[in-house]
């Protein structure tokens, strides 16, 4: 026996710069990292169904989580502002205009913010709807007809802050985009999600809405729009009541009487939506449609 087995002392190997350098590369390779860690795989082309299928599940599992069961879909413009500001806005201009009666561009922006104090209106419609509905439906354990939005300004944010005032939940699907779009206060923490992909997103405003209801908008709110009728019309999706407020607005916007006379589409497809005016109709239109009772849970 050595001296070193009698003291229970172990060889130790000789330093291998070669080596370590070896292992320390295995460990600083991309390959090596945990696949659901690694972000950069997860970017890769390859990887495109993966990141649809968690865009699919992700929410799911939070709406389960927060027992909802049914929602009602709110879309509109996210230009829209609030009474308060539009006023604000369109004094700040006219007081400027007091001494620059000439300026072509200032008297563009003072025709712009009468317009927008003019439809501010329908931002106290869509919060007062939601307010309503909210207050109507989630009374018992069962969440029903929350109210969920595209989670950005304007409209979004009016109803979501209607879904607050009452002490209800409510839902925000935010989109990444150029222009990166905030999530607005209004939202209820646990249920704000972020999509990189529209269809995704498209699939989650309808899985489990009863309801949708569009305030003036732009090209966001008509592509949601017409989706939904298209899918009701061809029957991919059960008849729920799709109301747009805004008569004057509506009207003007889409004549669908010459889409009817003009054989591109059927008389009876203008029964899958009413034209309002008003927060108090299209909750009248909804109770009617469903007898005041929530809808049955979905098996």
């Not at 972000?39 to 299928?53: S, T």
């Not at 209106?121 to 909210?134: G, P, T």
């Not at 949708?212 to 009701?232: N, Q």
């Not at 607005?249 to 009413?274: C, K, N, T």
Request: hydrophobic fraction near 40%.
């Amino acid at each position: 026996m050595t001296t070193k087995q009698a003291h229970g002392a172990t060889d130790t190997p000789a330093p291998d710069p070669e080596r370590d350098a070896l292992s320390r590369a295995i460990g600083a390779s991309p390959s090596y990292r945990l696949a659901y860690e690694d972000l950069d795989f997860m970017g890769v082309d390859e990887m495109r169904p993966l990141r649809l299928q968690l865009e699919l599940s992700k929410p799911e599992y939070y709406l389960r989580q927060h027992n909802i069961h049914s929602t009602i879909v709110v879309f509109g413009s996210a230009r829209l502002l609030p009474p308060d500001q539009a006023r604000a806005q369109l004094e700040a201009l006219l007081q400027r205009a007091g001494g620059q009666a000439g300026d072509a561009a200032l008297q563009a922006g003072i025709a712009r913010a009468r317009k927008q104090l003019e439809y501010a209106r329908y931002y106290d419609e869509a919060r007062s709807f939601s307010e309503i509905v909210s207050r109507h439906f989630q009374q018992h354990q069962r969440r029903d007809f929350v109210v969920v939005t595209g989670g950005g300004p304007g409209i979004m944010e009016a109803a979501n802050r209607g879904a607050c005032d009452a002490g209800a939940h409510s839902i925000g699907l935010n989109i990444t985009l150029p222009r990166e779009q905030a999530p607005n206060p209004f939202i209820s923490p646990g249920l704000c999600f972020q999509f990189h992909y529209f269809a995704l997103r498209k699939m989650h405003f309808l899985l489990r809405a009863k309801g949708l209801v569009a305030f003036p908008g732009g090209y966001g709110t008509l592509d949601e729009l017409f989706e939904t009728l298209t899918l009701v019309q061809t029957g991919k999706i059960e008849p729920i009541p799709i109301v747009l407020i805004g008569e004057r607005f509506w009207r003007r916007l889409i004549d669908f009487e010459f889409l009817v006379e003009e054989g591109m589409i059927s008389r009876d497809d203008l029964a899958h939506f009413s034209i309002v005016d008003s927060a108090d109709e299209a909750v009248a239109l909804l109770r009617d449609f469903y007898k005041g009772v929530p809808p049955a849970q979905d098996k």
